[in-house]
């Protein structure tokens, strides 16, 4: 591996995404944002009218979806057209329906490879569901960050999201392809009492410990 690729895997609400982001900028490295992804191709799905759960349809869909992945700054873009999507990945619909759309080896396949191309040129820090299973199993810096349903469940109110932690979790987790699970050398992150600063600070400090 010519750059160092971070994989940060947890479920819903865990803070992985935040703290990834952090992570990133403490290290100078470009955050990658691979629930977007999966957000993004949820979203356009559903704006053409086809059931997420229409699997067939949706593999036909897939060769022309008009998504681009790109950078802004030291973030991952996810473009519709040339223009950033934003919001639009964030309603409730969206989420209620990625998990289904996430399920499909297919579109897996077709991320994964989108995702490990952006380490072919630069170092990475990746958060998602099995990216230290799947899109980097080799990659010695592997962390699992986690909390407690019912903290995650209380971050998800805080955002204004009613989807149920328990039903994220369980379609996650018993998908057939690329469940979430926490890669067997991960490091295991609880977050349930920590601050933000505190699991930046120990994962930091173990990817730094490693590098040297």
Known sequence: MSHPAIAIDG?????KSTVAKLIAERLGYTFINTGAMYRAITWYVLTQGIDP???????????????????????????????VLNTELTTQEVNDHVSTIAAIPEVRSLLVERQRE??????????GRDIGTVVFPDTPFKYFVTASEEVRAAR??????????AERDKKDSSRATAPLTQAADAKLVDTSDMT?????????ADITQKLA
């Open 196 to 204: 933000i600063e505190e699991v930046v600070d120990t994962i930091v």
């Open 11 to 15: 479920p819903a609400a865990s803070g």
């Open 156 to 165: 998800r109110a805080a955002e204004g999201l009613t989807d149920s932690i």
């Open 53 to 83: 759960a229409d699997t067939a349809s949706v593999n036909q869909l897939l060769p022309s979806i008009p998504l681009s992945f790109g950078k802004d700054g030291s973030r991952s873009t996810v473009l519709y057209n040339g223009q």
């Open 118 to 127: 952006y380490n072919t040129r630069e170092a990475v820090v990746m958060e």
